[in-house]
């Protein structure tokens, strides 16, 4: 029997044997040490108002969970509430609320490109927008990173070759390894131009950039070329997502997307706490301020130690390259109490394995500064 069962399993654990060797294999660790790794960018995760709003609507029967999907009894008061207030907040015309940030991007591409279209995708997007191209029913084609005129000549290199049908941009706004910026002014020039959609992920950015926190689509959200993608779980604290439409479009996900459709609604009670968090972003701007002095802080810290910065926003990356150093290097600053983190390919391009340094407000400027001398001291000697 037990030989039967290793045969069974065989494949995996070559599988695993070989991520091992190329130093890419992972495990589940718990938390510990000081706060270089999350993306509560805004400390909201353990906010006494995030608490104090869960616990208020616990006592008044709010339900822990939803019993089900929103098109049968899943569809309750709160998730009304929270979608009205983000539209309102966004400045969209209708919100809708999904269970997390992956689930939405997989849903938004298996549902609103059609066959026929064209899905051009910037090469560094999410791996949940790569897997719903993927399962998705219109072509897709790679540009290159932050390049505008690759997704120009994209567009017109399907054109030539007798594409017709609708075209759909897909870009993160503030990109989750490199920490970098989309040039989403000319992208929204290029999707008008070629009467294209842009689908914009702000997963990084909500929160953090824009008045009050919008992000760094608010000056775009009302054009009804731009659906935009806010995830709920990282500066905002909580979990989930809200994709932010037309009118038309809310409805037609309502009606067709089977990732909405088919499962049981996010709990009333994390609606509740994404709610509150908007409010937060309204009436706590000096969060918002507070983030904005620590990265500046930080990244005036990095230029005088490594000559520059490697990014301008709250995610830094410390590019090492080879998998093995890197995890030794993550090791060891752990175990001086900073919680940073090792990100291997295939998270990564080849070759770029990296420290994934997150600011938040988890963390002060002298934390930072310990940090950063932990990190030229593990470092020093090293050629870069």
Known sequence: MKSIHAAKVADYVTALHTLKEDNRLRSLKPRAGIDFASNDYL???SAPRMKKAVLAALEAGTPIGAGGSRLLRGNCEEHESLEAEAAKFFGAERALFFGGGYVANFALLTTLPQRGDLLVLDS??????????RAGRADFRMSAHNEPQSVENTIRDWRT??????VWIVVESLYSMDGDFAPLKDLVAIAD??????IVDEAHATGV?????????AAYEARENLIVLHTCGKALGA???????TGVLRDFLVNRC??????????????????EALLILQQEPERQQRLARLVAFTHRQISVRFGRSPSD???????VGDNSRVMRLASALQSRGFDIRGIRPPTVPAGTARLRISLTLNVEEDQVRAMLDALTEETRGWSR
């Open 209 to 217: 950039y824009g008045n009050q926190g919008r992000g760094l689509t």
């Open 43 to 45: 400390a909201l995760a």
């Open 124 to 133: 560094l997007v999410h791996a949940s927008i790569h897997e719903g191209a």
């Open 193 to 198: 131009r070629y009467d294209a959609f842009l």
């Open 239 to 245: 979990a989930g997502a809200l994709v932010t439409a």
């Open 313 to 319: 926003s709250q995610i830094v990356p410390y590019i």
């Open 161 to 166: 070759k007798g594409g017709t049908g609708r």
């Open 258 to 275: 089977r990732p909405f459709i088919f499962a049981t609604a996010p709990s009333p009670l994390t609606a509740v706490a994404v709610r």
